[in-house]
């Protein structure tokens, strides 16, 4: 099928799709709804493109299975939900440690626990953020339609190869489940960023060493290139150094890296804000519904503006500082009680009042529950 012709794509399909587009190779995950398409059709795929499958027998050893392939120099993901993002945990510290490039796909259902496996939440913004111990970075990114979900997919990877740490993409069961029509682009047309390499021999080479964005270049197990990898504080050598001044300099590092890059890796969307005395922060699927609640909004005469995060983590900060100077107010839809209410709070500080508007019964927030919210708040 010709890649310019209009496709009806579901958006676990479209993950799927984007992530073989990106040169995904190796994928190892557990099935569970509602991800469970993305593994369904890697299964078929990866082995056409020389790729490997591998159903694991929990998400703990996926985690495993997918850090080890990466290694090895492999784009390699991982795709569940927020159970298995709880089992994953730990392995995604040692990613974050060990600078092992991933994608972990978290495709969101209502909790805790089972909770309701085929309903809509986003009750995993958190556990993206601080799901994993200790001070470590991350990005997290949600998309809100099945052609985006291609598109960030791939930046998922590019972002993960570029800057060498785990990338957390954040759907939820109606962006995964969901159906749209889609023109996908020629795969020539793609950006497609991979690790660097060592450009010195073996002997000379410090798999720890960064270079001046404080990214190191990373060698493959089975190039010639013999290093240590470990979830322990570290060297450059890899080897283990506990000592307080490495320790400090390592975390320090890991941060830096995607603190100083940050323009790289945010992406924000903003409709009607030139003139805006009222914003509605939105990801996801109540994106969608927030964005029709303001053009209804606007056809009244009310003065409303969207801010739509795509880049959950690291969080839009100066994004919401400049938009509540200038609004009075900012309301925040979520399928959650609020997860991400505090941050923007955090960041527009007094300058503007936060409401949220929260569903966690498992449905949608509608356009009209957001057109309501902004005339109440008037």
């Keep these: 099928m010709s890649e310019k012709k209009p496709i009806l794509m579901q958006g676990n399909e479209a993950c799927a799709k984007g992530a073989l587009a990106?040169?995904?190779?190796?994928?190892?995950?557990y099935p569970i709804t509602p991800s469970s398409e993305i593994a369904e059709i890697l299964s078929e795929e990866l082995p056409k493109v020389g790729g490997r499958f591998i159903q694991m027998e929990d998400e703990i050893a996926s985690m495993a299975a997918v850090i080890g392939a990466s290694?090895?120099?492999?784009?390699?993901?991982?795709?569940?939900?927020?159970?298995?993002?709880?089992?994953?945990?730990?392995?995604?510290?040692?990613?974050?440690?060990?600078e092992v490039?991933?994608?972990?796909?978290?495709?969101?259902?209502?909790?805790?626990?089972?909770?309701?496996p085929t309903a809509p939440s986003q009750g995993d913004i958190m556990q993206a953020r601080w799901g994993t111990h200790g001070d470590h970075p991350i990005i997290a990114l949600a998309p809100n339609s099945v052609k985006e979900?291609?598109?960030?997919t791939i930046k998922a990877f590019n972002l993960s190869e570029r800057f060498r740490t785990p990338v957390i993409l954040?759907?939820?069961?109606?962006?995964?489940?969901?159906?749209?029509?889609?023109v996908l682009p020629d795969q020539e047309s793609i950006e497609i960023i991979n690790r660097k390499k060592p450009t010195v021999p073996p002997e000379e080479y410090f798999p720890y060493e960064p270079d001046e964005d404080g990214v190191p270049k990373m060698a493959?197990?089975?190039?010639?290139?013999?290093?240590?990898?470990?979830?322990?504080?570290?060297?450059?050598?890899?080897?283990?150094?506990?000592?307080?001044?490495?320790?400090?300099?390592?975390?320090?590092?890991?941060?830096e890296k995607i603190e100083k890059n940050i323009d790289e890796i945010l992406m924000v969307e903003e409709y009607f804000m030139d003139d805006a005395e009222l914003a509605v922060f939105a990801y996801g699927s109540p994106s969608r519904s927030s964005l029709s609640a303001v053009r209804k909004a606007r056809e009244e005469g009310i003065k409303v503006g969207l801010i739509r995060p795509i880049t959950i983590w690291p969080f839009p900060a100066e994004t919401v500082k400049k938009a509540a100077q200038?609004?009075?107010?900012?309301?925040?839809?979520?399928?959650?009680?609020?997860?991400?209410?505090g941050e923007v709070e955090r960041y527009a500080k007094s300058d503007a009042e936060v409401i949220g508007l929260n569903r966690v019964d498992g449905e949608l927030i509608t356009p009209q529950e957001v057109v309501d919210k902004i005339k109440e708040v008037l």
Aim: aromatic share 8%; proline share 5%; with cysteine.
């Design 22 to 29: 990106a040169g995904v190779r190796f994928f190892a995950g």
């Design 71 to 98: 290694l090895t120099g492999s784009k390699a993901m991982t795709a569940t939900s927020g159970p298995g993002m709880s089992l994953k945990s730990e392995n995604l510290g040692y990613a974050s440690m060990a």
């Design 101 to 116: 490039p991933c994608v972990i796909v978290d495709v969101q259902r209502v909790g805790p626990s089972t909770g309701g």
């Design 149 to 152: 979900t291609y598109e960030v």
């Design 170 to 182: 954040l759907l939820d069961e109606v962006i995964g489940h969901m159906r749209e029509k889609v």
């Design 220 to 255: 493959s197990y089975g190039e010639g290139y013999r290093f240590h990898v470990t979830g322990l504080t570290h060297d450059k050598t890899g080897f283990p150094n506990l000592s307080p001044g490495n320790t400090d300099y390592v975390i320090r590092r890991l941060h």
């Design 326 to 341: 200038k609004v009075s107010k900012i309301i925040v839809p979520e399928m959650n009680l609020g997860q991400l209410l």
